[in-house]
């Protein structure tokens, strides 16, 4: 096969090009001060509790497109003893605030399901806020084995 001159002059500009693609930004992941305070204007100011809720999540999730999460909160669903709002956080995605479910005296029960992505390894966090102001959270790791090569 035979190079013409405007083929060679293509994959020239082409490797050209090829080096500067380095010097892009690469995806922000993010900071631990972030998650922390995301989870304290949540909990506007109070320190979360362990107990009431449960966050179930893998341990090893092969394809971190689609990991499968549950929260359930232990309450009543009425009066002090109800659930108001639950939110969802992933510290190593880009974007830590994942998901927020609110919930009434309606609701009959504080649980919810959902698929969400994860980019690397990382912590799951849930955190359910209370209609007397207690915060409750609880936290899981998830391993991503992106291709199922483990890791």
Avoid: W
Wanted: contains cysteine.
């Amino acid at each position: 096969m035979a190079l013409s001159r405007r083929h060679v002059l293509a994959l020239a500009a082409g490797a050209a090009v090829v080096p500067a693609f380095q010097f892009l930004p690469g995806r922000a992941l993010a900071a631990p001060e972030e998650v922390g305070k995301l989870i304290a204007d949540f909990a506007g100011g109070k320190e979360p509790q362990s107990g009431k809720i449960t966050l179930t999540a893998p341990e090893i999730a092969e394809n971190g497109n689609t990991v499968p999460i549950s929260v359930e909160v232990e309450s009543e669903m009425e009066g002090d003893d109800m659930v108001n709002q639950v939110l969802i956080l992933a510290d190593g995605n880009p974007s830590a605030d994942v998901a927020t479910f609110a919930f009434t005296a309606m609701s009959g029960k504080a649980a919810a399901t959902t698929r969400m992505r994860l980019a690397k390894t990382q912590n799951v966090i849930a955190v359910a806020k209370m209609a007397d102001g207690s915060v409750y959270m609880d936290r899981k790791e998830v391993k991503v084995t992106i291709g199922g090569c483990g890791g």
